[in-house]
């Protein structure tokens, strides 16, 4: 059973940058689907980007392409989500999770999830 961990979240401006990584307690990276979700205060959970094993292939939320790429080291079992440009909207509880089917944008389809990172972008 993968476990994840987040870090890099913070306090930053709008217009900013920030990476965060994910972190996997096993090989889990050339097994599965790994995506990150946000939550924002008071919103449900949505999907912000995903990327399949070996990092072969992205997909994107509308709101986030252009500004946000997401990544993998296979070789340190790490994930990373590079946010650019950020904007107050961006702000929300970020979650890195692991998931088995290619190109899903829904919660239902990762088994696994981390704890979160927070990220706050003041305007």
């Known amino acids: 059973q993968a476990q994840l961990l987040e870090s890099g979240g913070g306090l930053v401006q709008a217009g900013a940058s920030l990476r965060l990584s994910c972190v996997a307690s096993?090989?889990?990276?050339?097994?599965?689907?790994m995506g990150w979700f946000r939550q924002a205060p008071g919103k449900e959970r949505e999907f912000v980007a995903a990327i399949t094993m070996r990092g072969l292939s992205t997909w994107y939320h509308e709101s986030v392409k252009g500004r946000f790429t997401i990544s993998m080291d296979n070789a340190k079992d790490m994930v990373y989500l590079q946010m650019n440009s950020l904007k107050y909207s961006d702000t929300a509880d970020y979650y890195c999770?692991?998931?088995?089917?290619?190109?899903?944008?829904?919660?239902?389809?990762?088994?696994?999830w981390g704890q979160g990172t927070q990220v706050t972008v003041s305007s």
């Open positions: 999770a692991a998931g088995d089917v290619v190109g899903s944008t829904y919660m239902a389809d990762y088994a696994y």
């Open positions: 096993e090989r889990t990276f050339s097994r599965y689907v």
